[in-house]
C-alpha cells in the first residue's frame, strides 16, 4: 500500500513536469503560439460578423455575428490543442529529447496524459482569448456554463489525441501540418462553423452528420446559445467515444514505441 | 548480486539487419566496466535496450535483480544514461533540463533543486544553469549529459562513448569524475573504443565485435595477454615431454611442434639458450597473431581512419 501510495506521487510529479513544460513552451513563444488565432477570429468577426453579417441578417433566430461565436471559439480550441501536441511531441522526437523521458520510469499513461494536457491547456488560452475578443463585438448571454466548458474540455483532449498520434506517425515537419491543413481546416469549415446545416439540401445534410467537427460545433453552439443542430446528448456520446478510442490507441502506439523507438 | 545480467539478447533491427546475436553478460556491482569494440559492433543497440530505447528482439536483461520485462519502472529508475548522441532541447536553460528529468523520475520540484544543484556543481555547471543549450559548446553539454543522468542518483550509469570529440582536459576531468562516483559505489559501464580509456578507468571488460561478446576478462589480464607474443617452433626431432624453461609457457601442438608465450621482457636469444640447454633444436620459428590482437588491429586501424577523417 505505501509503495502504490508513493507511485502515485511519483506519477503526479511526473504528470505536472509535462504539464508544466508545455505550457510554458507555449506561453514563451505565444506570438506563434496564441496571437495567430487571436488576429485570424477577430479578422473573422470584423469581415463576416459586421461588414457581411449584417447583410445576412438571422440565423436559427441568432444575429449572425452571434451565431458564429461559438463555431469560432471551438476552431481555435481544435487547431491550438492539435498544434501544440504535433508540434512538441515531433520537435521531441525530432532532437531526440524524447528519450529523456523514455529512459524515465514515467509510464506510458503519464507520458500521454501531460502531453494532451499541455495541448488543452492551450487550446483553453485560446479559446478563452477568442471568447473574449468576442465579447467586445457581441452581447452573448451564456446559455450553460457547464455544456460549454464540458464541450470545451473535451473537444480540446479530442484534438490534443489527434496531435500526439499525428506526431508519432510523422517522420518530418512536413507531416505534422499535412493533418491540419487537408484535413481539420476542411472538416470545421464544413462543420456548421459558419452556417446551420438546415440550409443545406437533404443530401448533403447527411453527408454533413458524418463529420465528427458538426457534433462539437453544434454542441458548443448549445451551450453558448441554447441552439443546436444536434442532439446534445448525441454529441456528448461521440465525442466521449472518439476520445476513448483515440487514447487506446495512442497507449498502443506507445506501448509498442512505435515512431519512437527502433 | 549482479548490477546488470543480461542473457541470450538479441536484436534485429527493422529490415532484418542483426545487431546482437546472443550476447550474454554480466557486471558485478560495483564494478567499471568497458565495453569495448569498433563502430557498429553493437555497442549502442546493447545500451539501448538496457536503457529502454531499443525494443529487444529476445532475450533477458536484469538490472539490480529487477528483470526488464517485469518491473520497467524498477529497471529505469536504477539507471543514469550518457547517450552517445547529444539529445537536447536546445531551446532550454541548463538547469531547467536537469529540473525537468528530475520530474520525469518523478522526484518532487523541491527535492529537484537541491539535486540539480549538486549536480551541476559536480560537473562545473552550475555558472552556466541559465544558459540555453544552444549556446554550450560540445564538451559542456557532454558534461550536462552526465550532470542529468546522475539527477535521480542512480546505481548503475551507463555511458555511452562518453568522450567521443572531447578534448584531452575535459576528458581527463571527466575520468577523475567516474572514478570518484566509482570509489563511492556507483556501477560503472562504459562503452569506447579506445583501449586507453578503458586501460586508465575500468577494472573489468568485455571485447564486442559484430553482435558477440568476443572477450570477457579484467583489463589487467587482457593487457597481459596483449603483451605477450607467441611464436609456434618447428622442432627437429620430437619432444614427448615439455621440458621445464623457466619463465617461458610452452604448450604442445604435436610432437614435433611447440607453442611458446613470450612477455615481454623475454627475448628470443633467452629463449633459444633455455631450448639449447634442454636439447631442443628448432627448425624453423613463426608468430603466431592471436584472436586479441586481430581484434585490435582492427581497433587501431579503425581510429586511424577516424582520425584522418577529422584532419
Ligand atoms: N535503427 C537501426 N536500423 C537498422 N540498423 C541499425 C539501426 N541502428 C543501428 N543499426 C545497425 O546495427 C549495427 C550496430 O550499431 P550500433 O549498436 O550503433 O554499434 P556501435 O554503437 O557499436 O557503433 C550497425 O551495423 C548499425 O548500422
Ligand atoms: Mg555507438
Known amino acids: ?262 | 548480486m549482479f548490477a546488470l545480467d543480461v542473457q541470450q539478447l538479441a536484436k534485429v533491427y527493422k529490415g532484418g539487419f542483426q545487431a546482437l546475436k546472443g550476447v550474454d553478460l554480466q557486471v558485478d556491482e560495483g564494478d567499471f566496466f568497458a565495453l569495448l569494440g569498433p563502430n557498429g559492433a553493437g555497442k549502442s543497440t546493447f545500451i539501448g535496450i538496457v536503457s529502454s530505447l531499443v525494443r529487444k528482439t529476445s532475450g533477458r536483461v536484469q538490472v539490480f535483480g529487477q528483470d526488464l520485462d517485469e518491473d520497467p519502472e524498477g529497471v529505469k529508475s536504477s539507471i543514469g544514461l550518457v547517450p552517445q548522441e547529444f539529445n537536447f532541447n536546445l531551446f532550454l536553460p541548463v538547469l531547467e533540463v536537469v529540473l525537468n528529468q528530475a520530474g520525469y523520475y518523478g522526484i518532487p520540484r523541491r527535492e529537484a533543486k537541491v539535486r540539480a544543484e549538486r549536480s551541476l556543481r559536480q560537473l562545473d555547471l552550475w555558472d552556466r544553469r541559465g544558459t540555453e543549450m544552444r549556446k554550450l559548446s560540445g564538451g559542456l553539454k557532454r558534461r550536462l549529459m552526465i550532470a542529468r543522468a546522475l539527477v535521480h542518483e542512480p546505481r548503475l550509469l551507463i555511458l555511452d562513448e562518453p568522450t567521443a570529440g572531447v578534448d584531452i582536459e575535459i576528458r581527463r576531468s571527466m575520468w577523475s569524475f567516474l572514478r570518484e562516483l566509482n570509489a563511492k559505489g556507483t556501477t560503472i559501464i562504459l562503452t569506447t573504443h579506445y583501449l586507453e580509456e578503458a586501460e586508465s578507468l575500468c577494472r573489468n571488460i568485455a571485447i564486442i565485435s559484430e553482435g558477440a561478446i568476443a572477450e570477457r576478462t579484467s583489463v589487467a589480464k587482457l593487457l597481459g595477454q596483449l603483451r605477450t607474443e607467441t611464436f609456434v617452433l618447428n622442432l627437429k626431432g620430437s619432444v614427448s615431454e615439455l621440458p621445464e624453461l623457466g619463465g617461458f609457457v610452452l604448450q604442445h601442438l604435436d610432437d614435433c611442434t611447440l607453442e611458446v608465450e613470450m612477455k615481454r621482457d623475454h627475448t628470443i636469444n633467452g629463449l633459444f639458450e633455455a631450448l639449447s640447454r634442454n636439447g631442443i633444436e628448432v627448425i624453423s620459428l613463426r608468430n603466431k597473431q592471436n584472436r586479441l590482437e586481430r581484434l585490435f588491429l582492427e581497433l587501431v586501424d579503425q581510429r586511424a581512419a577516424n582520425l584522418e577523417g577529422r584532419a
Not at chain 1, 146 to 152: D, G
Not at chain 1, 165 to 182: E, L, R
Not at chain 1, 231 to 236: C, D, M
Open chain 1, 1 to 262: 500500500m505505501r509503495r502504490r501510495l508513493s507511485d502515485w506521487q511519483r506519477y503526479w510529479v511526473t504528470f505536472e513536469t509535462i504539464l508544466t513544460k508545455e505550457i510554458m513552451r507555449f506561453s514563451r513563444i505565444w506570438v506563434q503560439t496564441i496571437l495567430p488565432s487571436v488576429i485570424t477570429t477577430t479578422l473573422y468577426f470584423v469581415i463576416f460578423g459586421r461588414l457581411i453579417g449584417e447583410r445576412i441578417g438571422t440565423m436559427d433566430g441568432f444575429a449572425y455575428l452571434d451565431f458564429i461565436v461559438p463555431g469560432l471559439v471551438l476552431m481555435g480550441v481544435i487547431t491550438n490543442s492539435y498544434a501544440n501536441v504535433v508540434s512538441s511531441f515531433y520537435s521531441s522526437k525530432f532532437s531526440r529529447y524524447i528519450e529523456e523521458l523514455l529512459i524515465s520510469p514515467a509510464p506510458n499513461w503519464v507520458i500521454l496524459a501531460g502531453y494532451v494536457s499541455g495541448g488543452a491547456a492551450r487550446g483553453l488560452v485560446v479559446g478563452t482569448a477568442v471568447m473574449l475578443v468576442a465579447l467586445l463585438f457581441t452581447e452573448i448571454q451564456i446559455h450553460s456554463a457547464l455544456v460549454t466548458l464540458l464541450i470545451c474540455i473535451m473537444t480540446a483532449v479530442l484534438f490534443s489525441l489527434g496531435g500526439f498520434i499525428n506526431a508519432i506517425y510523422a517522420n518530418s515537419f512536413d507531416d505534422i501540418s499535412i493533418v491540419p491543413t487537408f484535413v481539420l481546416t476542411p472538416l470545421t469549415y464544413l462543420g456548421g462553423v459558419f452556417y446551420s446545416i438546415a440550409l443545406l439540401p437533404d443530401f448533403w445534410q447527411k453527408v454533413s452528420l458524418a463529420n465528427p467537427l458538426l457534433y462539437m460545433v453544434n454542441a458548443f453552439r448549445y451551450g453558448l446559445l441554447g441552439v443546436s443542430d444536434i442532439p446534445i446528448g448525441v454529441a456528448f456520446g461521440m465525442i466521449m467515444l472518439f476520445i476513448v478510442v483515440l487514447t487506446a490507441f495512442s497507449l498502443q502506439l506507445l506501448r509498442r514505441g512505435v515512431g519512437v523507438k527502433t
